[in-house]
């Protein structure tokens, strides 16, 4: 009778939380967290068919989506987000035009990658076989790019909207300047499969233009265009000779592209940037600003 109180006074102070271990107390305070976490484990777990894949494009991300966003907020700066996301726009449509070639002929190519004030580019992990190949590559770009330019251009005419037109203009005109067969601008690609003498006219063209218009990005394709006129000069390799051969009708079909293209990008941008002189819109977008690759 004596030692029943005593029990169920031991039992009573076993049972009282200040009487319990510390890792006890600790354990059944994180137990709620510790069933979140599992819960959400499960959860990633289930994901994980989904998530790994998907971070095998995290490195296409970054390099094109991440520098189409620097892009967009250094061109903001000068132009406006509105111009700005257009602009960005027209040049990944033109590098678009160079990857779908790319792909066509099985060429390995990069995802486009923006620099600010200079443009886009996309790196070909493998070179073109022949001078066929590349001309087509090159001319790719001008080709999606000017039709970007166009739909810019009736989507303005449509709306009245002066942001359009000045994006018709900008693209009109960098699809034209990409043309100048020089160096490795789209146009000194292309003649590739014409005649790598029309390099030097090509290069006077851009002589003129620097001096006229000074710019650091015109000045560093001149620079860089001197390797590629120099090689004129010199006696070509069996190996080079095969590859600048091509058909009569590749010539002529490159021809009629090329110079149809300059001339339909020329009317373009003569068309619209006299209607964006008459609304005095033109000093405010002027594309040698941004001058593109």
């Known amino acids: 009778m004596n030692g029943a109180p005593e029990r169920t006074a031991v039992e009573t102070d076993a049972a009282h939380p200040s009487q319990q271990p510390w890792q006890a107390r600790v354990k059944k305070a994180l137990g709620p967290i510790g069933v979140v976490f599992v819960v959400i484990a499960k959860f990633f777990a289930k994901l994980k068919f989904?998530?790994?894949?998907?971070?095998?494009?995290?490195?296409?991300?970054?390099?094109?989506?991440?520098?189409?966003?620097?892009?967009?907020?250094?061109?903001?700066?000068?132009?406006?987000?509105?111009?700005?996301?257009?602009?960005?726009?027209?040049?990944?449509?033109?590098?678009?035009?160079?990857?779908?070639?790319?792909?066509?002929?099985?060429?390995?190519?990069?995802?486009?990658?923006?620099?600010?004030?200079?443009?886009a580019f996309i790196l070909l992990k493998d070179q073109p076989r022949n001078a066929w190949m590349e001309s087509c590559v090159g001319i790719g770009g001008p080709m999606l790019g000017a039709l970007g330019a166009l739909v810019c251009n009736w989507l303005g005419e449509l709306s009245n909207s002066a942001t359009l037109l000045a994006l018709a203009s900008a693209g009109y005109f960098l699809n034209l300047f990409n043309l100048m067969p020089v160096g490795f601008l789209d146009g000194g690609r292309i003649v590739t499969a014409l005649s790598r003498w029309l390099w030097l006219p090509g290069f006077a063209l851009l002589l003129w233009f620097g001096w006229t218009y000074p710019n650091l990005i015109v000045w560093l394709i001149i620079i860089t265009a001197l390797p590629r006129l120099l090689s004129l000069f010199r006696k070509r390799s069996e190996e080079?000779?095969?590859?600048?051969?091509?058909t009569g009708a590749q010539r002529w079909t490159m021809s009629i592209l090329y110079f149809g293209l300059i001339a339909a990008l020329a009317l373009g941008w003569h068309i619209v940037h006299n209607e964006l002189a008459d609304r005095g819109f033109v000093e405010r977008v002027h594309p040698r600003h941004a001058m593109p690759q």
């Open 50 to 119: 989904i998530i790994i894949p998907a971070l095998k494009f995290l490195p296409i991300i970054l390099k094109s989506g991440g520098t189409m966003i620097l892009s967009i907020g250094v061109y903001a700066l000068v132009f406006g987000w509105k111009f700005a996301v257009g602009f960005v726009l027209l040049l990944f449509v033109h590098e678009c035009g160079h990857l779908i070639v790319a792909k066509k002929f099985g060429l390995p190519v990069s995802a486009p990658v923006f620099i600010p004030f200079m443009g």
């Open 240 to 246: 080079e000779q095969q590859y600048f051969e091509v």
